[in-house]
T-cell receptor, first 114, second 114 residues
Framework: ETGVTQTPRHLVMGMTNKKSLKCEQH?????MYWYKQSAKKPLELMFV???????ENNSVPSRFSPECPNSSHLFLHLHTLQPEDSALYLC?????????????FGQGTRLTVV | AQKVTQAQTEISVVEKEDVTLDCVYE???????LFWYKQPPSGELVFLIR??????QNEISGRYSWNFQKSTSSFNFTITASQVVDSAVYFC???????????FGGGTRVLVKP
């Protein structure tokens, strides 16, 4: 248990569906991240939120829409996805402004787009 | 831009053998931190060790040890007397002091056979 919880753990969705991934942390951190892990690519940073403000968006397609309503929760809203979006989506958190601190990761959501 | 390279994609050993994982990084920043994470089949990234850019003293923690050489931009990680439970994917990561971004290498899959 790292203190970062992701739900659901597994998700299968059609290309026309709309779904959301949820991440919750109880560590008092105020920076949160979404990473994508595909089978043939390294971990890709998608979004970074710091103090509930998006500070980084790594050229992610608009069919992925993040939301950070407060420092403990992070969502990734999905719509009209493509099969190549199938991957493990990992959420992480860390204290803001402390580059020496490791990020804590959730167990991920395994997404399959059919 | 920061970059992390793990040249070994997969290593297979027999239990009790030592395993050394290579990591080479690139950064323009003089202040940064390096990390090693383990990803077991469950998917969660587990923090193992960290080292800052100003401390080249190598250490041992239990069965883990690391060799940080700034001159060659390398941060290698060794598991001594490997066990089957060490089977996982291991990631090297870099975070610069200036930002929130944690950049990962491509990972090395370690398979420890009984």
């Amino acid at each position: 248990e790292t203190g970062v919880t992701q739900t659901p753990r597994h998700l299968v969705m059609g290309m026309t569906n709309k779904k959301s991934l949820k991440c919750e942390q109880h560590l008092g951190h105020n920076a949160m991240y979404w990473y994508k892990q595909s089978a043939k690519k390294p971990l890709e940073l998608m979004f970074v939120y710091s103090l509930e403000e998006r500070v980084e968006n790594n050229s992610v397609p608009s069919r992925f829409s993040p939301e950070c309503p407060n420092s403990s929760h992070l969502f990734l809203h999905l719509h009209t996805l493509q099969p190549e979006d199938s991957a493990l989506y990992l959420c992480a958190s860390s204290p803001q402004g402390t580059y020496w601190t490791e990020a804590f990761f959730g167990q991920g959501t395994r997404l399959t787009v059919v | 831009a920061q970059k992390v390279t793990q040249a070994q994609t997969e290593i297979s050993v027999v239990e009790k053998e030592d395993v050394t994982l290579d990591c080479v990084y690139e950064t323009r920043d003089t202040t940064y931190y390096l990390f090693w994470y383990k990803q077991p089949p469950s998917g969660e990234l587990v923090f193992l060790i960290r080292r800052n850019s100003f401390d080249e003293q190598n250490e041992i923690s239990g069965r883990y040890s690391w060799n940080f050489q700034k001159s060659t931009s390398s941060f290698n990680f060794t598991i001594t007397a490997s066990q089957v439970v060490d089977s996982a994917v291991y990631f090297c990561a870099l975070r610069e002091a200036a930002g929130n971004k944690l950049t990962f290498g491509g990972g090395t899959r370690v398979l420890v056979k009984p």
